[in-house]
């Protein structure tokens, strides 16, 4: 009798088991597929995030480099003619007989001269044709230059290698980066120093800029930027990001600051 009532519910048992079976399977494959639908959406969402933020940055960056070349054509065409007013002026005839006030007048005259040259050097720095025009190189050293001229900052330069050229473009960025890291050292560094090493390499090339100031906590400088507050680094990190370069901030209190650009070459 046990042994006809096994025979019969055999094949129930073999297919009640099968159809647990079953079940069991598509319910880790449904759980699979939702999981991996969901990775994969998380994944689409991070991505369209971040071409929407490089979109924006670059965006930003247009809209930036549009403001400083009207800044520039200003200072060239309107106010670099009044500082030339100030000079003949200050040359008239009436002044010069003027005895007791010459040395103001030849004070005011090298002031004068001072102004002009320095608002024709920030022109060039602030127009993105002449950048383009002249390379990245040539114009990270003119800015150097106007550092020096303030005889407040030292700078020590060196390029090796073979020189080549980035997309113009890229040019921009990178050299709207440097500034940043020269407005950081001049705003904040209470340096002395600057050292920029440029070294050309096969397929990329290294930028390094090294101040002897008074340095800061990194940690803290990160913990800032990652806020809702930009601060300088965190721009120079997204500009970064739409060149593909990486960027290296190292710095002790006390030791200064040296900051790593590493850009690779368009093929």
């Not at 050293?141 to 980035?166: A, P, S």
């Not at 990178?174 to 950081?184: P, S, T, V």
Request: neutral net charge.
């Amino acid at each position: 009798m046990y042994s006809q009532l096994l025979q019969i519910n055999t094949p129930t048992i073999i297919v009640s088991t099968l159809l647990q079976v079953s079940i069991g399977g598509l319910l880790i494959f449904f759980v699979l597929y939702y999981q991996r639908r969901r990775y994969r959406h998380k994944q689409e969402m991070l991505q369209l995030k971040e071409a929407f933020n490089q979109n924006l940055m670059q965006s930003k960056l247009e809209i930036q480099e549009q403001t400083l070349n009207h800044i520039s054509r200003e200072l060239h065409d309107n106010i670099s003619p009044l500082i030339s007013i100030i000079q003949i002026n200050l040359g008239a005839p009436g002044l010069k007989k003027n005895q007791a006030i010459q040395p103001e007048i030849t004070e005011l005259k090298v002031n004068t001269n001072q102004l002009m040259a320095e608002l024709k050097s920030l022109s060039v720095t602030l127009n993105t044709d002449h950048i383009m025009h002249i390379g990245f190189a040539e114009a990270l050293w003119f800015e150097l230059d106007r550092l020096e001229r303030t005889k407040v900052f030292k700078t020590i330069r060196t390029i090796t290698g073979e020189k080549f050229r980035l997309r113009p473009e890229n040019e921009i960025i990178l050299f709207r980066m440097c500034q940043e890291i020269l407005n950081n050292i001049v705003k904040h560094a209470n340096a002395n120093n600057i050292t920029v090493e440029l070294n050309y390499e096969p397929g990329k090339y290294h930028l390094v800029i090294t101040d002897d100031g008074i340095g800061f906590n990194t940690a803290e400088i990160d913990a800032a930027a990652s806020g809702k507050n930009s601060t300088g680094l965190r721009n120079i990190q997204s500009r970064a990001m739409l060149i593909n370069a990486q960027v290296n901030v190292s710095s002790t209190p006390g030791k200064g600051t040296t900051t790593n650009i590493t850009v690779l070459q368009e093929p």
